[in-house]
């Protein structure tokens, strides 16, 4: 057994890449406001590094109050103006304004169906591509990459894993989506 083609490179134990690897990226959530930390996370990331991001993840923790998707949805111009102007986060107006409209779109979809996580749990099995199309229309700054990696980090999509990687069993344990609902062509 080994790691991943990338994670083989790293050394430090406690690099964020590894830590992420082994314990979250490809991991099911079960929980609606981890789902949407994700989400948010993996559109900050859009033009960035993700190192970058899991650099900050406490900071946009704190920011975005733990990712509470009512008090996210209920976020003033001042909020704006407060996550505009945190340097520990991406201060970006069209992402922070896309995390606003995601978190109000999520209460809609708990509201109809019980969960953000049974809502994608209806959709799923999709191909990539039916995804993205369902994000797209869904959501706010939703393209195919962050799409691809919101569903592969969070056990929705195969991919996070080399089938040679330690991880690779541990995740399987772990029954993430796709490896019970395979996909029907």
Known sequence: MS??????????EQNVHKIYH???????????????????LEIN??????????????????????????????????????????????????????????AKTILKLQKEFGS?????????PKAKEDWTKLFKATFKFTGGEIVNEFLMSTGYLPGAHDEDCIVYKKLAKAKPAWKSKPLKR
């Open 116 to 124: 953000f996580k049974n809502w994608i749990d209806q959709h799923h």
């Open 45 to 102: 990331q859009a033009g960035l590094s993700w190192t970058t991001i899991l650099n900050k993840q406490v900071s946009f923790r704190k920011a975005y109050h733990n990712f509470n998707i009512k008090k996210v949805a209920a976020y003033q111009q001042k909020d704006i103006d407060r996550l505009l102007n945190d340097a520990g986060i991406i201060r970006n107006r069209l992402k922070v304004n896309a995390a606003i409209e995601n």
């Open 3 to 12: 790691y991943c083609s990338y994670v083989k490179t790293i050394a430090d």
């Open 22 to 40: 082994d314990n979250h990226y490809g991991f099911p959530i079960h929980e609606d406001d981890e789902l949407f930390c994700r989400l948010i």
